[in-house]
């Protein structure tokens, strides 16, 4: 599936998909809360940003309000 991200079209999986039509029903989202989705907040090309990026994944996620 395609998706447009920032003004750029980006291919995504079926799971990811899923997840961000799920969000759309939630009201902070709808509202503004920003989405955190690794697939698409990391560069998946570039083996330093994913090593740099997994090691803070803690700290994210504890620091999310809801993680779904």
């Known amino acids: ?3 447009i991200l920032d003004g ?3 291919q995504i999986g079926a799971n990811l998909e899923k997840a961000l039509r799920a969000a759309r029903d939630i009201p902070e989202v709808h509202n503004g809360m920003r989405i955190w ?3 698409l907040c990391i560069n998946q090309t570039d083996p ?3 090593a740099f990026e997994v090691k803070r994944m803690g700290e994210i996620y504890q620091k999310a309000e809801r993680v779904i």
């Open 1 to 3: 599936k395609k998706i």
């Open 8 to 10: 750029k079209v980006v």
């Open 37 to 39: 989705a690794d697939a």
């Open 48 to 50: 330093e940003e994913k």
